[in-house]
């Protein structure tokens, strides 16, 4: 059976030490802390992982370390973050054999493949996948846009669960579920700012960026949307919504792990060619962090 749960699922970052080595009790604690809030899922090795920047063997590792400490209470959903085909599938068949619950397949990047390649693309690896996979919709860090049409024939397949669709266009997102409605297929989002307008019309949920400085409060948006008390989840949707956008200051992850970082949570630097977030936006983050009392001054 195809479906994934509803919810919110945390992009997790990769935290580095000061050398920018892999910071792998500072993942444990992460993780520790995304469980213990509730989160239904955790998604590492995407943008917001930085998983371009990681070695094969660091990437096993974040996963291999997750599974552990989620020990089965939040749903482990790695990304593959591969352009080519064989690479993922290779990626994919690894992720099957460390007992991941879902993948989340980004969808070719740098190439510019046409329609049919992505279908072909994404039609092996569900085949071959022993697990459920996720389509990963990300234009702005593909160059392509996997269009509501596309997305719904994939939805047929048996073994794609439903899609993390990072398109700002509500009407894109509006399409992708009235066309998916009757396949068993879960559409999130890949932005906080989007979350509850696509909850409120159908989506599943949202895949969260924000979910890593506040799980607590994207768990409890996103479970009183899906309870249909879209009055008390408007209310967290607005009081957050200057935050969900601070968050995406620059290039993600640079204020995810800023914000991390002033919480005294592991967080670490970033691996070149990233930086760290610029100061003018690091004390607009912070601001922001202190009116939410996530931080004191």
Do not use: W
Request: aromatic fraction near 6%; proline fraction near 5%; charged fraction near 25%.
């Amino acid at each position: 059976m195809k479906t994934i749960p509803k919810g919110a699922y945390t992009l997790l970052i990769t935290p580095f030490r000061e050398d920018l080595s892999l910071d792998e009790n500072g993942l444990r604690l992460l993780v520790q802390k995304q469980v213990e809030a509730g989160i239904t899922g955790i998604a590492p090795l995407g943008v917001t992982g930085e998983n371009t920047l990681l070695t094969d063997a660091e990437v096993n590792k974040v996963v291999k370390i997750i599974i552990e400490e989620a020990a089965g209470k939040s749903l482990v959903v790695p990304d593959t973050c591969e352009s080519g085909l064989a690479r993922a599938i290779e990626r994919v068949k690894i992720f099957n054999d460390l007992g991941v619950n879902y993948i989340s397949v980004f969808s070719p990047f740098f190439v510019l493949p046409k329609t049919e390649g992505v279908i072909d693309f994404y039609t092996k690896i569900a085949d071959i996948s022993k697990v459920p996979i996720l389509l990963h919709n990300a234009e702005e860090r593909t160059g392509i846009n996997i269009a509501p049409e596309t997305t719904a024939e994939l939805a047929k397949h048996p073994n794609i669960a439903g899609i993390k669709d990072g398109n700002k266009k509500l009407d894109h997102l509006a399409k992708v579920v009235y066309l998916t409605r009757n396949d068993n297929f879960a559409v999130f989002t890949g932005k906080d700012t989007t979350a509850f307008p696509l909850l409120c019309f159908g989506g599943a949920g949202t895949f969260t960026v924000a979910g890593n400085v506040i799980p607590q409060i994207m768990k409890r948006m996103t479970e009183l949307a899906l309870a249909g008390d879209l009055a008390k989840a408007s209310e967290i949707h607005y009081d957050y919504y200057e935050l969900f956008e601070a968050l995406r200051f620059e290039t993600n992850p640079m204020a995810a792990k800023m914000a991390l970082n002033l919480m005294k949570l592991p967080g670490g630097g970033l691996r070149p060619p990233l930086t760290l977030l610029s100061k003018s936006k690091t004390e607009v983050l912070k601001k922001l962090m202190i009116e939410k009392g996530l931080i004191s001054e």
